[in-house]
């Protein structure tokens, strides 16, 4: 079985100041990636979404990339 990447990683607080683990789960054109592409728990999965969604909205992440 595939291990979650934050498991395997060992981290418990998914951290919208983090940009380098961010944007592993970012597609090319700065949309998330679903969790069954990057084989991320459901509720890792959400808090990534909230933690990404923070970053944009402080500017740390683009929006749309062009």
Known sequence: MKQDYFSANNIKHIDYKNI??????????????????TG??????????????????LGLLPFVAR
Do not use: E
Request: aromatic residues 6%; charged residues 35%.
């Open 40 to 57: 991320v728990v459901s509720k890792n999965q959400r808090k990534l979404a909230r933690a990404v969604k923070n970053a944009r909205f």
């Open 20 to 37: 380098d683990i961010l944007k592993r789960f970012l597609n090319p054109n700065g949309k998330i990636v679903g969790h069954k592409r």
